[in-house]
T-cell receptor, first 116, second 112 residues
Framework: AQSVTQLDSHVSVSEGTPVLLRCNYS??????LFWYVQHPNKGLQLLLK??????LVKGINGFEAEFKKSETSFHLTKPSAHMSDAAEYFC??????????????FGTGTQLKVEL | DSGVTQTPKHLITATGQRVTLRCSPR?????VYWYQQSLDQGLQFLIQ???????AKGNILERFSAQQFPDLHSELNLSSLELGDSALYFC???????????FGPGTRLTVL
């Protein structure tokens, strides 16, 4: 079975400083991995996805993530945080089931706080 | 705006009641997914439909059921509601069973 572990439930950074949100995955085969963001009282928005092409994946709003098989990690980074980045971030792994089933398994989320 | 719509936005009801949540997928998407987000369980996959047929099942209770109609919209039916069913219910859609999923804004269900 596939799973993801988000190592920090809360991360606080100052505006203009780098962001690092950590995620480790567990998968019996090459996984498809995603990062989603959820702003307060909003739905989930896809930030970026890894599907076995380039290991460094660029997403929206300046975010990127690097797939490291040797470390089973898929950490999300951004060089410079902006106040609008304050939100909850979810690391997600996709599992393919028999018969064409396709479900996402979410991590527990990391709440990012950006301070002035 | 993802293009996935969900109604209603909020729903308040009492224990023992039955409710129906509705989802319209993005234009052209054949797959619809339902997820539940609660404080104690986090975000959990409930069920997937593809072009009207059930494709995958997650942690969906027997009191819950879903269907996808010929026009591809989907409904999630929750019956014999309990306090613990209070949660945010998300619908997502994708072009087929393999592509990325786009999420709707959710329906917040409160069971009193």
């Amino acid at each position: 079975a596939q799973s993801v572990t988000q190592l920090d439930s809360h991360v606080s950074v100052s505006e203009g400083t780098p962001v690092l949100l950590r995620c480790n995955y567990s998968s019996s085969y090459s996984p498809s991995l995603f990062w989603y963001v959820q702003h307060p009282n909003k739905g989930l928005q896809l930030l970026l996805k890894y599907t076995s092409a380039a290991t460094l994946v660029k997403g929206i709003n300046g975010f990127e993530a690097e797939f490291k098989k040797s470390e089973t990690s898929f950490h999300l980074t951004k060089p410079s945080a902006h106040m609008s980045d304050a939100a909850e971030y979810f690391c997600v792994v996709r599992a393919y089931g028999g018969g064409g089933g396709n479900k996402l398994t979410f991590g527990t989320g990391t709440q990012l706080k950006v301070e002035l | 705006d993802s293009g996935v719509t969900q109604t209603p936005k909020h729903l308040i009801t009492a224990t023992g009641q039955r409710v129906t949540l509705r989802c319209s997928p993005r234009s052209g998407d054949l797959s619809v997914y339902w997820y539940q987000q609660s404080l104690d369980q986090g975000l959990q996959f409930l069920i997937q439909y593809y072009n009207g047929e059930e494709r995958a099942k997650g942690n969906i209770l027997e009191r819950f059921s879903a269907q996808q109609f010929p026009d591809l919209h989907s409904e999630l039916n929750l019956s014999s509601l309990e306090l613990g069913d209070s949660a945010l219910y998300f619908c997502a859609s994708s072009q087929d069973g393999a592509n990325e999923q786009f999420f709707g804004p959710g329906t917040r269900l409160t069971v009193l």
